[in-house]
């Protein structure tokens, strides 16, 4: 059973920074493209970060220059790092898991990151 788990969200000010993890279980990410949504209340859940087993990396507009998507593949973790981070930033942050080969796609739990301004 494939099982995706993130960390690391939590209540921070405008302009500081957090950085988010999500480890897996059941599925080994070197076979999988990696990405980070986030939802805010009354908004759908929109991308934010995409990194591709290639290493190929893909960002929302609005995080370019602030946010950086990263994987530790040996771990089985991937990593959204969050700078400047402003009151818009405020959302649930769900790991997304995207097994290219079975085209089967898995999503985590969510972790709340709340900026305050």
């Known amino acids: 059973q494939v099982q995706l788990a993130e960390s690391g969200g939590g209540l921070v000010q405008a302009g500081g920074s957090l950085r988010l993890s999500c480890t897996g279980s059941?599925?080994?990410?070197?076979?999988?493209?990696m990405g980070w949504y986030r939802q805010a209340p009354g908004n759908q859940r929109e991308l934010v970060a995409t990194l591709t087993r290639g290493g190929t990396t893909n960002y929302v507009d609005s995080v370019k220059g602030r946010f950086t998507i990263s994987r530790d593949n040996a771990k089985n973790t991937v990593y959204l790092q969050m700078n400047s981070l402003k009151s818009e930033d405020t959302a649930v942050y769900y790991c997304n898991a995207r097994v290219v080969f079975f085209s089967t796609t898995y999503w985590g739990q969510g972790t709340q990151v709340t900026v305050s301004s």
């Open positions: 059941g599925i080994t990410f070197s076979t999988a493209d």
